[in-house]
Nanobody
Framework: QVQLVESGGGWVQPGESLRLSCAASGNIFSINTMGWYRQAPGKQRELVATITSIGRTNYADSVKGRFTISRDNAKNGVSLQMNSLKPEDTAVYYC?????????WGQGTQVTVST
C-alpha cells in the first residue's frame, strides 16, 4: 500500500503563486510516475502535470509556462509550483502515484483563486 498526503493549498488572488507538495510513503517502487490532477465543481478530474522517476514531464496545455512539477526521489515527494494563477485554476488538486498496475490518490487540497 501507498499513502499520499498533499499540502500547500489555499486562497490566492489572480496573478499570485502557490506551491503544492505531496509526500508518498509505503511500498513505493523505484520506477513510477507521480503527478497532479485537479477537479473543479461540476467538471471531470483532469491532468495538470506528471513526472516520471527519471524526470520526464508532461503538462496540460492550460498550465504550460505557468506551472512547474518537480520531484525528490530520495524523499518520495512531488511538488507543483503554480505561478500566475487564474480564477479558472480553482479546483481541488490531487496527487497521484502510478507504479506497475497500481494507482494511488491523495485526499486532495483546495486551491481557490479569486479577488
Amino acid at each position: 500500500q501507498v499513502q499520499l498526503v498533499e499540502s500547500g493549498g489555499g486562497w490566492v488572488q489572480p496573478g499570485e503563486s502557490l506551491r503544492l507538495s505531496c509526500a508518498a510513503s509505503g511500498n513505493i517502487f523505484s520506477i513510477n510516475t507521480m503527478g497532479w490532477y485537479r477537479q473543479a465543481p461540476g467538471k471531470q478530474r483532469e491532468l495538470v502535470a506528471t513526472i516520471t522517476s527519471i524526470g520526464r514531464t508532461n503538462y496540460a496545455d492550460s498550465v504550460k509556462g505557468r506551472f512547474t512539477i518537480s520531484r525528490d526521489n530520495a524523499k518520495n515527494g512531488v511538488s507543483l509550483q503554480m505561478n500566475s494563477l487564474k480564477p479558472e485554476d480553482t479546483a481541488v488538486y490531487y496527487c497521484k502515484l502510478s507504479q506497475y498496475t497500481q494507482t494511488y490518490w491523495g485526499q486532495g487540497t483546495q486551491v481557490t483563486v479569486s479577488t
